[in-house]
T-cell receptor, first 113, second 112 residues
Framework: DVKVTQSSRYLVKRTGEKVFLECVQD?????MFWYRQDPGLGLRLIYF???????EKGDIPEGYSVSREKKERFSLILESASTNQTSMYLC????????????FGQGTRLTVV | AQSVTQLDSHVSVSEGTPVLLRCNYS??????LFWYVQHPNKGLQLLLK??????LVKGINGFEAEFKKSETSFHLTKPSAHMSDAAEYFC??????????FGKGTSLLVTP
């Protein structure tokens, strides 16, 4: 089975801190994604990567950056955390084919105080 | 641009009765469509996917969905609800190559 592992289930950070969320997948998938999930809004795409060192902005990239130095690892960075970034963050990966689904990690619930 | 609209934010059914969760999509391409389920405090799990092979798609746990191009719909159904079906359900369309675009979700409540 595909496994997508997020480094933390719960995080509490202070406003202004630099925050790193880490994600690792074990199935050699080309594509990796970061979403945030908020009640009533579904999942919104922050960034995605279709290859090592390649990235594309999603729908809500402001306040975030990403890094993909190795194929299996995709990091989300909050440069200066703010309270409106309190949310559930979900990492996903997929093959490069159009018809393939994405596999999701368990999520990181981030609280910024 | 591709997008999905889930027509109901909440659906309540009695155990043993049919389930219908509605989804309409817009797409400039022949789309790939998915339904995911999220149980409380659990990760997202794929229920089923449509990839143009057959318009009626069967998924896990007795769920199925029918792709209707003329109606741009991809509704999720199950003949008989079980208490364990209570969860959040997401209809998803895949855009031109990479990311999944999610609907806002439908919360399914199953009452005894």
């Amino acid at each position: 089975d595909v496994k997508v592992t997020q480094s933390s289930r719960y995080l509490v950070k202070r406003t202004g801190e630099k925050v790193f969320l880490e994600c690792v997948q074990d199935m050699d998938h080309e594509n990796m994604f970061w979403y945030r999930q908020d009640p009533g809004l579904g999942l919104r795409l922050i960034y995605f990567s279709y290859d090592v060192k390649m990235k594309e902005k999603g729908d809500i990239p402001e306040g975030y950056s990403v890094s993909r130095e190795k194929k299996e690892r995709f990091s989300l960075i909050l440069e200066s955390a703010s309270t409106n970034q309190t949310s559930m963050y979900l990492c996903a990966s997929s093959l490069g084919d159009f018809n393939t689904e994405a596999f999701f990690g368990q999520g990181t619930r981030l609280t910024v105080v | 641009a591709q997008s999905v609209t889930q027509l109901d934010s909440h659906v309540s059914v009695s155990e043993g009765t049919p389930v219908l969760l509605r989804c309409n999509y817009s797409s400039s391409y022949s789309p790939s469509l998915f339904w995911y389920v999220q149980h409380p405090n659990k990760g997202l799990q794929l229920l089923l996917k449509y990839t143009s092979a057959a318009t009626l798609v069967k998924g896990i746990n007795g769920f199925e969905a029918e792709f209707k191009k003329s109606e741009t719909s991809f509704h999720l159904t199950k003949p008989s609800a079980h208490m364990s079906d209570a969860a959040e359900y997401f209809c998803v369309v895949k855009n031109s190559g990479y990311a999944l675009n999610f609907g806002k979700g439908t919360s399914l409540l199953v009452t005894p």
